[in-house]
């Protein structure tokens, strides 16, 4: 079984406090960092470009865990490798060929994650399973933070993980939507081993960062 690594996303941190907040994440004992970029056409939000990614970059040696929540998104990869992300996750349905914006990815020397929201069926990214670093499972519909865990999900998970298995496939599962210390558990059985929580790391136990990491990776 893969260490549990948390991914905390940065939607819940104080935004006007952005460098000093994934600074408190590096000493609390982040794995890495979730970057949630959202477009206001693809989801119904806006977040962060690369500018900012760029700005964090110089606060942080952890991974950037950067998901792409835009479309189309081929012409915008490259903005964000440039700016600093370590792993590029995208959707199958914001882009016209998976297989080349996999590759543009790959040629830029990072890693691939490619996201399932809760209605997207694993059908539609099981022949790149052996290409990719990552599958990120939305447990929410993307668009906002703080939203209620589906648990419905799981099951997606647990195929992912007999595939992987039944291939010798090595790409990690993560799970991002509504995860805290009530269902982390649940996840992590199904066969994730990447938590991203946001909400939970930054506003549980007044704050303690470090204590809310630990709990989450059932310490």
Do not use: W
């Given at each position: 079984?893969?260490?549990?690594?948390?991914?905390?996303?940065?939607?819940?941190?104080?935004?006007?406090?952005?460098?000093?907040?994934?600074?408190?994440?590096?000493?609390?004992?982040?794995?890495?960092?979730?970057?949630?970029?959202?477009?206001?056409?693809?989801?119904?939000?806006?977040?962060?470009?690369?500018?900012?990614?760029?700005?964090?970059?110089?606060?942080?040696?952890?991974?950037?865990?950067?998901?792409?929540?835009?479309?189309?998104?081929?012409?915008?990869?490259?903005?964000?490798?440039?700016?600093?992300?370590?792993?590029?996750?995208?959707?199958?349905?914001a882009t016209q060929n998976l297989g080349e914006s996999i590759k543009t990815i790959k040629d830029l020397k990072k890693k691939v994650g490619v996201s399932l929201n809760?209605?997207?069926?694993?059908?539609?990214?099981?022949?790149?399973?052996?290409?990719?670093?990552?599958?990120?499972?939305?447990?929410?519909?993307?668009?906002?933070?703080?939203?209620?865990?589906?648990?419905?999900?799981?099951?997606?998970?647990?195929?992912?993980?007999?595939?992987?298995?039944?291939?010798?496939?090595?790409?990690?599962?993560?799970?991002?939507?509504?995860?805290?210390?009530?269902?982390?558990?649940?996840?992590?059985?199904?066969?994730?081993?990447?938590?991203?929580?946001?909400?939970?790391?930054?506003?549980?136990?007044?704050?303690?960062?470090?204590?809310?990491?630990?709990?989450?990776?059932?310490?």
């Open positions: 079984m893969k260490n549990i690594q948390i991914s905390p996303s940065i939607l819940s941190a104080d935004f006007s406090q952005l460098g000093s907040e994934i600074k408190r994440l590096e000493a609390g004992g982040a794995d890495m960092i979730h970057v949630d970029v959202m477009d206001g056409h693809f989801v119904p939000n806006l977040t962060i470009g690369p500018p900012v990614i760029k700005a964090l970059r110089e606060h942080c040696s952890l991974k950037f865990d950067v998901h792409l929540m835009i479309s189309p998104v081929q012409k915008y990869i490259k903005a964000y490798a440039d700016a600093g992300a370590d792993i590029i996750t995208i959707h199958p349905e809760p209605e997207s069926k694993i059908d539609l990214i099981t022949e790149f399973l052996d290409k990719i670093d990552l599958v990120l499972i939305m447990s929410v519909n993307p668009g906002f933070g703080g939203q209620k865990f589906m648990p419905e999900v799981l099951d997606k998970i647990k195929q992912l993980k007999k595939i992987q298995q039944e291939k010798n496939l090595t790409f990690d599962i993560e799970i991002d939507g509504g995860i805290n210390f009530e269902n982390c558990k649940i996840a992590i059985d199904a066969g994730a081993n990447i938590l991203v929580s946001g909400t939970t790391v930054f506003k549980s136990n007044d704050g303690d960062i470090k204590k809310n990491i630990d709990l989450l990776k059932l310490k």
